[in-house]
Nanobody, 125 residues
Framework: QVQLVESGGGLVQTGDSLRLSCAVS????????MAWFRQAPGKEREFVAA????????FAADSVKGRFTISKENAKNTVYLQMTSLKPEDTAIYYC??????????????????WGQGTQVTVSS
């Protein structure tokens, strides 16, 4: 059974950096797109960033472009989200997801089959 476990969340200040990790167990993420989503209180889950399996192309939401980077380490079956220049509006629960979306659905949560339990990121002003 595939499991995704996020870690690395915490309380930081505006302008700080943080790196989230997503460890995949029970299977390999080879051939799957990996993505990060986030959900703030009272808001819908939103796309943050994704990485394709074949050509390793990465995509990011406009709100985080230039500040957040998704990467992976195949040997550890782990995906990372490096977050820099954090803002209070980045405060949310961050979820790791794995699936096989087509390009047009890469940012759609419904296109991903496997999800982690989430890790809280809080950015204080």
């Amino acid at each position: 059974q595939v499991q995704l476990v996020e870690s690395g969340g915490g309380l930081v200040q505006t302008g700080d950096s943080l790196r989230l990790s997503c460890a995949v167990s029970g299977g390999s993420f080879s051939g799957y797109s990996m993505a990060w989503f986030r959900q703030a209180p009272g808001k819908e889950r939103e796309f943050v960033a994704a990485r394709r399996p074949t050509n390793s192309n990465t995509f990011a939401a406009d709100s985080v472009k230039g500040r957040f980077t998704i990467s992976k380490e195949n040997a550890k079956n782990t995906v990372y989200l490096q977050m820099t220049s954090l803002k209070p509006e980045d405060t949310a629960i961050y979820y790791c997801a794995m699936g096989r979306p087509i390009t047009s659905t890469l940012s759609s949560a419904s296109a991903y089959n496997y999800w982690g339990q989430g890790t809280q990121v809080t950015v204080s002003s």
